[in-house]
T-cell receptor, first 114, second 116 residues
Framework: DQQVKQNSPSLSVQEGRISILNCDYT??????FLWYKKYPAEGPTFLIS?????DKNEDGRFTVFLNKSAKHLSLHIVPSQPGDSAVYFC?????????????FGKGTKLSVKP | SQTIHQWPATLVQPVGSPLSLECTVE??????LYWYRQAAGRGLQLLFY??????ISSEVPQNLSASRPQDRQFILSSKKLLLSDSGFYLC???????????????FGPGTRLTVT
């Protein structure tokens, strides 16, 4: 059973507009969430994270929102740029969880059109 | 600063041949280390993790094994490759986030393995 779900396998957005990537989780013990960006044939790179004590974390064009009651988080990219085209993975973990292990979603492929 | 290396970058191997992928981390000591596989069109599957030399935990039953002969070295192996072992293999290490008990993982560049 998938504990972290990214239900949209792909998303297409026009350059300059907002990209919203969504992620849902089922395990109420998760309390730390991360977003990674992955280009083809490269390793994922860490983008931004949020802990359960916050509902928003911002870093430049990237903002992550957490809705604990809905077990939902989202990544907003504003404005979207063609270089943002990549696969985005959502991941979750819990304090005391197995040695820092993260549970990943299956990813959403973002395409930003010029 | 910390860096993580993986080699080779690409590998084409026939079915039944052995496999050895290597991962090394620089700039940190006693890291937690991880091997993931990303099959075509799929997410990241955790294969093994290690919290110290000689300590390996397997997440899924499979044709692969892992070893950690040195603190910053993690090796993924197979005695006989299967077609289903094809994929993109990623090594990662984790760092704790302050004193919170949370961790972030950082990935190597990956190895593209094609079993023919």
């Amino acid at each position: 059973d998938q504990q972290v779900k990214q239900n949209s396998p792909s998303l297409s957005v026009q350059e300059g507009r907002i990209s919203i990537l969504n992620c849902d989780y089922t395990n109420s013990m998760f309390d730390y969430f991360l977003w990674y960006k992955k280009y083809p044939a490269e390793g994922p790179t860490f983008l931004i994270s949020i802990s359960s004590i916050k509902d928003k974390n911002e870093d430049g064009r990237f903002t992550v929102f957490l809705n604990k009651s809905a077990k939902h988080l989202s990544l907003h990219i504003v404005p979207s740029q063609p270089g943002d085209s990549a696969v985005y993975f959502c991941a979750a973990s819990a304090i005391g969880g197995s040695q820092g292990n993260l549970i990943f979603g299956k990813g959403t492929k973002l395409s930003v059109k010029p | 600063s910390q860096t993580i290396h993986q080699w080779p970058a690409t590998l084409v191997q026939p079915v039944g041949s052995p496999l050895s992928l290597e991962c090394t981390v620089e700039g940190t000591s006693n890291p937690n280390l991880y091997w993931y596989r990303q099959a075509a069109g799929r997410g990241l599957q955790l294969l093994f993790y290690s919290v110290g030399i000689g300590q390996i935990s397997s997440e899924v039953p499979q044709n692969l094994s892992a070893s950690r002969p040195q603190d910053r070295q993690f090796i993924l192996s197979s005695k006989k490759l299967l077609l289903s072992d094809s994929g993109f293999y990623l090594c990662a290490w984790s760092v704790s986030v302050g004193v919170s008990g949370w961790y972030e993982q950082y990935f190597g560049p990956g190895t593209r393995l094609t079993v023919t």
